[in-house]
């Protein structure tokens, strides 16, 4: 780098360094750089230090970095710092960041494939490209194509547009872009369409020609240059192709992952069809020539579509369908001549077997023989100059010749399609000029390159060589133009590598020696070439490593190429005996492809000079030529095609798009930089910049560069003269004379003098901010410390009057203190000692008193003992007696039978003894004896003992006398005490019967008190229960009310909401209908200018005219044609006219045939046109009358369901209230009932069940009153309701107008009518639903409440008589009885639980479940009730919307378009000297005088300022008046449509006069408002005094002439809209956008070479005060004509909403004009646009809303863009842009100074992310060309017709009032 810069290397400074991935990398120094140092210290961006040794040698700096704001600049050249590095980085940075895949370089556009479809390319696109200059547009290819329209145009010279790059940089698309768009802005002149044909012609040349390789899916191989023809007046006419080596080697060979062209794999894919049936196509893979790429689909392509576009293409291009199936079929022969299989016979020769089918398949297809064909495919001819010799050849040269054949006869279909497209595209219109579009290959290198791509190259440095003299030439140019001294510049000239390729003894001249060689061969040229340049020329070298390849050094990197196939490919050998065998077919087409050998016919199928030029073929013509130049070689071919290229660019003025491959992946959006900066060398951007750069590559004019640098300038050195001031400064500013030039309009700077300007510049601004930043800061905090002193002092003065307060406050509480203690002590001590002398007196008392009752209870005691004592001693004694008595009896017992068992035993003994003894012992009477001995002694023993006892017995008698005595005594004694036992007995017996009884009274009383406390509790519970339940009722109630008012309110929104859609919808269908047919209209009137235009045309090439012929306008006829109005004046117009035209027919008929056609379809066009206007009309009419059918008829149902609705409330009524009654009766007896009970009962107050059944009856029994209550007021409202729409019903019948006219607001209020009654209807039926379902679950819960009440009366009866006799009985029987009463219950409800297997509880959980029943029961019937009221409550809020709406509609009817509010224009009226009708006579033949008066010659300024608005009006009308009242049809209709044609013929005429326009506008309007006023309808009599309804028409009826005159006032209203286009056009962008309405906001960056239009110079420049001006004269101009306010406001809208649209369009393809002060610009603007809108009282016109997206626009330059917040608040803020127009201004958004900042992507995608749920439209630009639908609302006027007076200067005297 130039060491001239070497200041601007101080720390932080940022600098390019070299990387082997990125190229070039960012960093910045970490210390100044000095002089003579050897390295940089540098801190990459990633954080890394870095060393960065210089060169020794060199001591060369890296590149420095543009400033931040310069970056993603629209042009290269703008940049201050012009090297490869800053290229590289503004490329990467508009195409990554921005999304912007053009930039300019110079004269250059670089185009970005950005491999994806972007919404750039559109007719809104074009539109705003149209008529714009190069560079006040963002880059793009519509830029470049009008920049070649313009200049073609203004220059008068042919253009040429040079579209280069490599495979799939997107060249095609580019060239078919421009073609697309020269075709949409010129448009066509004939009727052929030639511009669709020209757009048609690319979808075939892509199909032959353009195929798959592994750079792009749609690769041109072949170049071409279209030339598309214009005539006198700039439209397209012709084109004409011409295309450059074809690549035919990729017929028959295909590398992998390639496919062959797209045309053989359409019909492969589409071989089902029908038609393709006999070509024997199968799929891609069954073919060799398709299949060797292996890759026969391309991914989201659809061949079976692409072949019907074709098709469709050329059918548009007049190839008909049987040349069509021609092409086809020579396409499917060669598919099956490469499946041709060729087998070995010997080592010399080859054989195909018999009856091939593939080659049967070729021989048929093109109608050959196949024994011929399969003989020269294996044998060929060789002549001598005396015999002729046919020899066999080897199998791989049958092969190569059969590739050879499909080459040629793909190659000789290629041309036949092209010579077929040029004629289709030729026309025999005079051509003027023309543009070429020339889409070429680019600079190609690969591993292996041949012959095709060493053509390419050549091609390339050919054309490279004249890009590089083009921009030379420029630059001088531009030197000189400027007046500054002029250095020649060095710069690349590539002529010695053309010289090598092409000069004698070049590369090609020794290619063809080699190829006349007999035996010439690639290794013998190969050596040629070493030995001719290897040692003479530098840019030829050898391989080291082959001899059979060479290397040369093209401009844009070294090439190596391969020996192998170059003599093949040069001489493109074919078996002239395989060509004879074809030429030989009986196939015509087949036939005519190789007829161009013997005829010469140019590819252009036109004759020389047609055009004005000579038109350039393909290849020579050879019918001029030898025979040895027939035999020209490929090579001299193409060298001679290019040089004629070369020879057609250099005679055109060029224009250079360079496409660029971001990278080999074909990922959107993907940036290599390796990949992109080979292509920058290549295709010559970087020669633009380093030419540019050489000299003065920043350029500024002088009032730009004042404007910028003003902040460097004192106040001093500003002087009138702001070229002098700049020159001063700059020389101030600059030392070095060297580093700048004044040019005349210019000051030129060197590379980096801008960046320096810029570092002044931002450090000025940067000591000036922190001035400004230390001045606020020190304002604010020396505002704070202010702030806080008086705070702080405050503070402190309420502090210490606080503690002061505290202290005094403190002081007097302890004075308050200290008595509060005396006093209160002393009142402790006393209250303790009364404490204690009361405690011992307590004492005393109770002590003395427990030993008095101690010592009487051990008196009681004693007592009580001595007698308990004396009792228990006698019952000892008895018990005594007794048990002694009972045990002398027992012993008594028991001795007795004791001796009684012993005498039993003894006899048993003794009986058993004796006889024993006798039988047994028979002989022992010595034991006898013994035994008697001993009896004897026994027996005297008894003896003594009897004696003793009788002694004893005699005592023991005594003693039993003595004994018996006691005896009887103490039977006596026991005797009583077994009385006085017995007694003891029962009574011990009855009291302990006592003591259980009490026991279990006592506990059944507990038990009974028990279940009574719990009962108690449990009520308590279930009332507070019921209590708590209540108030959440009660809050239920309350949160359902407030739902229903929610919801009340949210359906009244609803209902709001749903009305205003249908509304909206109704609004828009109606707009939608009315821009229709107006654009319609439109449509007629565009056909019946051009219908004039070719009339006068005819008219005026016929030379004849006859005398006295009178022609008149031809849109008299249209209209007659259109609405049938025949009269004799239009018949005689008509006829004059016919004549005209037959006459001027007949004259074209024998020159211009082709313009009587047109006419024909023209007229027969406009007559269709005609006819589908009249049926738009009549359907309209029919949804019209339709409409108020419909509505009628819904009128009667509505009536006849609200009947029905009516008569249904009223029976639900009649139940309603009869279920009340009977309720109502049962309750009563209930009521009764339980009275009775308790009058029965008075003693008793009645069991807690009792109390809350009776509580629950009560309020059951008021919510019953309550519902009664309602259901009258129901019934009131019900009845009040039908009487009011009965009575508005037979108002409406008795006022039905005879007249609908569709009116919004009465649809407003009829739709709310019908929702209210749909509303209406849904909550009567709910109200059904839900009454039959209460009153079902209502019967059920009766049934069994009743008997549930019917036990509960039976218990409650039990009860009280139980109760009642109870009280009868005395107080300790009541007692007993209760109990017992109880005990009964209680054992037979056990029996009964016992009996069921229940619980014992269940009987009060019963009892308890069945009062919770009641409740719940109760409960549901309140909740039902409640639901009733609300519903009725809803019933009753629609009831009265509903009688409300009706008298709002029957109170409220006016008619449709009447302007109450309109103040009409005070007229001074002269007094009448006699009783005039409104009316004027005129003659018959006086009528072409008073259109002629009255409209011809009228002058609209004079008759706008002194005559009455809408005079001429009112005088057609006052005529027309009097035409009526004398009964005169054929004067009516003549006067109508004399005044209709005049009308259209003043406009056509003056047309883009505004005040012409709007003053007839004006007029046509007023009479349309007359023929309505004066109609005698009803609608708009209304506002008619009574003498104008006098004035109405009485005998015809103009109704349909109405419509015709509201159709030309909406043409009127088109023209005018138009007329205030164009003029406010031109002011838009110059006054929104580019002009500084506030100084000094906007600052103005370096713009480039493509120098945008200057915003900043105050000469001969639109400002927004020119546009308000013209806007104000605009409505003053309509105000003055009297054009109704209503029209006005459309007129207004329309003018806003083009005006926003404009600048909006403008804004999202401007992006200098996308940053923060242009936002601020935008919205002052706007804000004045507002102002006059207030001024003119025109804000409710809607023209604000219009303005609403250029609104939102300049907020989203203006808001904060950094944060997840800030995208919410922007999508929520801009709701009226769409995401595309969001993006788009987000990608554009560009800094003008350091301290803004770029949006980053990220953020950018979150806006895409939070809009992706939008529903729009994806179209970028907004319609600018979108017309308002107009409506004419009536607007009567007050104005007396007889009081009108008829000025003098009209010349209308032959006029009578009458």
């Known amino acids: 780098m130039n060491q001239e810069l070497y200041y601007m290397f101080v720390k932080l400074a940022r600098v390019w360094i070299p990387d082997a991935e990125e190229v070039w990398k960012s960093a910045a120094l970490t210390k100044n750089y000095e002089d003579g140092d050897g390295s940089l210290q540098l801190a990459l961006e990633d954080g890394t230090n870095l ?201 028959v060979f295909q590398a992998d992952e390639e496919r062959n062209y797209h045309i053989f794999y359409q019909l492969c894919a589409s071989a089902h069809l029908p038609e393709l049936k006999d070509l024997r196509l199968g799929s891609a893979n069954d073919f060799l020539y398709t299949r060797q790429g292996r890759s026969p689909v391309i991914e989201g392509v659809d061949d079976t579509k692409e072949l019907s576009t074709t098709r469709h293409a050329f059918t548009l291009l007049g190839v008909n369908e049987s040349y069509q199936m021609g092409l086809f079929q020579v396409l499917a022969a060669i598919l099956h001549l490469g499946n041709v299989e060729v087998k070995d016979r010997d080592s010399d020769s080859s054989v195909i077997p018999p009856n091939n089918s593939h080659l049967t398949a070729f021989c048929e297809l093109v109608g050959v023989s196949y024994q011929d064909m399969s003989h020269w495919l294996c044998h060929r001819k060789l002549r001598t100059a005396t015999e002729t010799y046919i020899k066999t050849v080897p199998r791989l040269q049958a092969v190569n010749s059969r590739d050879a054949l499909a080459k040629h006869v793909y190659a000789k279909l290629f041309s036949w399609i092209v010579e077929h497209v040029n004629k289709a595209l030729v026309t025999n219109i005079k051509q003027r000029s023309f543009i070429g579009v020339l889409d070429i290959y680019g600079f190609e290198t690969f591993e292996i390159n041949s012959f095709e791509q060493f053509c390419i190259n050549y091609a390339n440095e050919k054309l490279q060589q004249q890009f590089n003299m083009h921009v030379f030439k420029l630059e001088q140019e531009e030197y000189m133009r400027e007046e500054i001294p002029w250095t020649l510049i060095d710069f690349y000239d590539n002529q010695p590598c053309i010289n090598l390729i092409e000069a004698k003894m070049g590369v090609l001249d020794l290619l063809d020696e080699e190829c006349k060689m007999p035996k010439g061969s690639d290794e013998s ?246 001035r400004i930043q230390k001045t606020i800061r020190c304002w604010l905090a020396r505002k704070k410390f202010l702030r806080q002193r008086r705070s702080a002092i405050t503070i402190q003065r309420f502090t210490r009057g606080f503690q002061a307060r505290c202290l005094a406050k403190f002081m007097r509480r302890t004075s308050a203190a200290t008595t509060i203690q005396k006093y209160q002590r002393m009142c402790v001590a006393r209250r303790r000692y009364r404490q204690k002398q009361a405690a011992a007196l307590a004492m005393q008392t109770i002590l003395r008193a427990y030993m008095a009752r101690q010592k009487y209870r051990a008196l009681l005691r004693e007592s009580k003992a001595v007698v308990i004592q004396k009792h228990a001693r006698g019952l000892l004694a008895r018990r005594r007696f007794k048990r002694c008595l009972r045990a002398i009896v027992y012993l008594q017992c028991c001795l007795r039978r004791m001796r009684a068992r012993w005498e039993l035993k003894k006899l048993k003994i003794e009986a058993r003894s004796v006889e024993h003894f006798k039988k047994l012992n028979i002989g022992m009477e010595n034991k006898i004896m013994q035994l008697q001995r001993r009896i004897d002694e026994q027996n005297n023993n008894h003896r003594a003992t009897v004696d003793k006892l009788a002694t004893l017995e005699a005592g023991h008698a005594a003693d039993s006398e003595r004994m018996r005595v006691e005896v009887t005594r103490l039977r006596g004694v026991e005797e009583d005490a077994r009385n006085n036992a017995n007694r003891a007995n029962s009574l011990q017996g009855e009291l302990e019967r006592l003591k259980k009884e009490l026991a279990t009274t006592q506990k059944e009383k507990k038990t009974i008190e028990d279940w009574a406390t719990k009962y108690r509790d449990e009520m308590e519970k279930m009332v507070s229960e019921l209590k708590s339940q209540n108030g959440l009722l009660k809050s239920e109630k309350d949160d359902l009310n407030r739902m229903i008012q929610e919801q009340r309110q949210q359906m009244t929104e609803q209902m709001a909401r749903a009305i205003a859609e249908e509304t909206q919808q109704l609004e828009t269908d109606l707009n939608e209908e009315r821009s229709r047919y107006q654009n319609l209209l439109t449509e007629h009137l565009r056909l019946e200018e051009k219908h004039d235009d070719l009339k006068e045309e005819m008219a005026l090439s016929s030379n004849t005219s006859r005398p006295g012929h009178r022609r008149t306008d031809s849109t008299h006829s249209s209209n007659e044609s259109e609405y049938t109005y025949n009269s004799e004046y239009a018949e005689a117009d008509e006829g004059s006219r016919v004549s005209e035209v037959d006459g001027g027919r007949a004259h074209m008929d024998s020159g211009r045939g082709m313009d009587t056609n047109l006419t024909l379809k023209l007229q027969k066009r406009l007559g269709e046109l005609e006819q589908d206007k009249q049926q738009l009309r009549d359907e309209l009419e029919n949804k019209e009358e339709l409409f108020q059918r419909a509505r009628a008829r819904d009128d009667v149902e509505h009536k006849k369901a609200r009947g029905a609705e009516l008569e249904y409330e009223s029976l639900k009524r009649q139940e309603l209230e009869s279920e009340n009654k009977k309720l109502k009766h049962n309750l009563a007896e209930m009521r009764q009932s339980l009275l009775g009970n308790q009058a029965t009962g008075a003693g008793a107050p009645g069991s807690p069940a009792y109390k809350v059944l009776l509580d629950q009856l009560n309020s059951s029994s008021e919510e019953l009153d309550v519902r009664k209550e309602e259901v009258l007021i129901l019934r009131s409202q019900l009845v009040s309701q039908k009487e009011a729409t009965h009575h508005k019903d037979e108002k409406e019948t008795m006022t039905e107008p005879t007249h609908h006219v569709v009116d919004v607001s009465k649809l407003k209020d009829t739709d709310e009518i019908k929702q209210a009654y749909v509303g209406l209807k849904d909550t009567n039926r709910l109200l059904e639903s839900q009454l039959q379902a209460q009153r079902r679950s209502y019967d059920n819960e009766t049934e069994g409440l009743r008997s549930e009440l019917q036990n509960v009366k039976e218990e409650n009866n039990r009860q009280q008589q139980l109760l009642a006799q109870n009280l009868q009985l005395p107080p300790e029987a009541r007692i007993e009885a209760s109990l017992q009463h109880e005990i009964t219950r209680l054992t037979n409800e056990n029996l009964e639980i016992l009996t069921d297997n229940q619980d014992p509880t269940a009987s009060r959980e019963a009892r308890v479940t069945i009062l919770r029943r009641m409740v719940d029961l109760m409960e549901q019937l309140e909740k039902q009730d409640k639901t009733i009221r609300k519903l009725k409550k809803q019933l009753k809020v629609y009831s009265k919307r509903i009688g409300e709406m009706g008298v709002g509609q029957t109170e409220g009817q006016t008619s449709p378009g009447q302007m109450v509010d309109e103040p009409v224009r005070a007229v001074s009226i002269p007094r009448r000297e006699k009783d005039f009708q409104g009316m004027l006579e005129y003659k018959r033949q006086d009528e072409l005088k008073l259109v002629k008066n009255l409209i011809l010659e009228l002058k609209p300024r004079g008759v706008a300022v002194n005559l009455i608005p809408g005079l001429p009006a009112y005088i057609l009308f006052m005529c027309l008046r009097h035409a009526d009242y004398v009964n005169d049809d054929e004067k009516v209709r003549t006067l109508l449509a004399s005044t209709i044609n005049c009308i259209k013929k003043i406009l056509k005429k003056r047309g883009d006069d505004f005040e012409t326009v709007s003053f007839w506008l004006a007029n046509t309007c007023r009479f349309l408002h007359c023929l309505k006023q004066y109609s005698g309808d009803e609608v708009f009599m209304k506002h008619n005094s009574a003498r104008q309804n006098e004035h109405c028409l009485s005998n015809f009826d103009l109704a349909e002439y109405r419509q015709v005159i509201s159709d030309l006032a909406i043409q009127i209203y088109q023209q005018l809209i138009k007329c205030m286009e164009n003029i406010l056009q031109a002011m838009i962008v110059s006054g929104m956008l580019e002009h500084e309405t506030i100084q000094g906001v906007s600052g103005v960056k370096p713009t480039g070479l493509r120098k945008r239009t200057s915003s900043i110079a105050d000469e001969g420049m639109y400002t927004l005060e020119s546009i308000l001006r013209q806007l104000g004269a605009f409505h003053s101009t309509m105000c003055q004509h009297g054009t109704d306010p209503e029209l006005i406001k459309q007129v207004v809208k329309q003018q806003f909403y083009i005006i926003g649209a404009v600048t909006l369009n403008n804004l999202l393809l401007r992006k200098d004009m996308c940053s923060w002060s242009k936002g601020m610009q935008i919205r002052y603007n706007v804000s004045q646009l507002e102002e006059w809108l207030r001024d003119k009282n025109l804000m409710a016109c809607g023209a604000k809303e219009t303005l609403e997206p250029l609104i939102q626009a300049a907020q989203l330059l203006q808001v904060k863009k950094k944060t997840d917040e800030d995208a919410e608040a922007i999508c929520s803020m801009c709701h009226a842009l769409t995401t595309a127009q969001i993006v788009k201004v987000l990608n554009l958004y560009t800094p003008v100074n350091e301290f803004e900042e770029r949006v980053s992507v990220s953020f950018i995608r979150t806006i895409q992310t939070r809009l992706r749920g939008r529903c729009e439209s994806p179209q970028l630009l907004m319609d600018t060309k979108v017309i308002y639908p107009v409506t004419f609302p009536f607007n009567p006027s007050a104005l007396a017709l007889e009081t009108i007076q008829i000025p003098s200067s009209l010349n209308l005297g032959f006029l009578v009032r009458v």
Not at 127 to 146: K, L, R, T, W
Not at 631 to 641: A, E, I, L, M
Not at 680 to 693: D, H, K, M, Q
């Open 51 to 251: 060393e960065h040794k210089l060169d020794p040698k060199t001591k060369n700096l890296p590149y420095l970095r543009n400033p931040d704001i310069l970056v993603g600049e629209n042009d290269l050249t703008a940049l201050s710092y012009l090297h490869e590095p800053a290229v590289l980085h503004n490329l990467k940075v508009r195409f990554i960041d921005s999304k912007l895949i053009y930039t300019y370089c110079g004269i250059v556009l670089v185009a970005i494939n950005p491999y994806e479809s972007l919404p750039i390319y559109g007719s809104d696109i074009i539109n705003a490209y149209s008529g714009q200059n190069m560079g006040d547009m963002d880059p793009h290819i519509f830029a470049v194509a009008e920049e070649a329209y313009k200049q073609m145009a203004r220059d008068e010279r042919n253009q040429s547009i040079i579209v280069s790059g490599e495979s799939g940089a997107g060249k095609t698309v580019s060239a078919k872009y421009a073609m697309r768009y020269f075709a949409t802005v010129s448009g066509t002149t004939s009727e052929a369409n030639v511009e669709q044909k020209v757009l048609a012609s690319n979808p075939i040349m892509e199909a032959i020609g353009n195929a798959k390789t592994t750079r792009n899916d749609n690769s041109s191989r072949f170049g071409k240059y279209i030339e598309i023809g214009f005539d006198p007046r700039y439209r397209i006419i012709g084109a004409n192709m011409r295309t450059y080596l074809l690549e035919k080697s990729r017929v």
């Open 525 to 770: 040229w190969a050596q040629k070439l070493y030995n001719t340049h290897l040692k003479t020329c530098s840019l030829f070298q050898k391989p080291r490593l082959s001899n059979r390849a060479f290397i040369i050094q093209h401009f844009a990197d070294k090439v190596e190429y391969q020996c192998e196939g170059f003599l093949e490919k040069n001489k493109d050998t074919v078996n002239e005996e395989q060509i004879n065998v074809l030429k030989a077919s009986k196939f015509p087409l087949l036939v005519e492809l190789f007829q161009d050998g013997e005829k010469a016919v140019s590819p252009t199928g036109q004759p020389q000079g047609a055009g004005g030029r000579t038109r350039l073929s393909v290849k020579p013509d050879k019918g001029r030529t030898s025979s040895r130049e027939h035999k020209k070689t490929v090579g001299c071919q193409f060298r001679n095609s290019l040089q004629m290229l070369m020879d057609t660019l250099n005679a055109t003025t060029p224009h250079y798009v360079r496409c660029i491959k971001p990278n080999d992946f074909k990922l959107a959006f993907s940036f290599d930089p390796m990949r992109a900066v080979q292509q920058l060398r290549a295709c010559g951007v970087l020669e633009t910049i380093r030419i540019s750069a050489a000299g003065f590559p920043s350029r500024w004019t002088y009032q730009e560069f004042y404007s910028r640098y003003r902040v460097l300038m004192k106040q001093k050195d500003v002087l009138q003269d702001k070229r002098l001031t700049c020159r001063n400064v700059l020389e101030f500013l600059v030392q070095d004379q060297d580093k700048y030039q004044f040019g005349k309009t210019k000051i030129f700077f060197r590379a980096g003098q801008v960046a320096y300007l810029e570092k002044l510049r931002s450090d000025k601004l940067r000591v000036a901010c922190v």
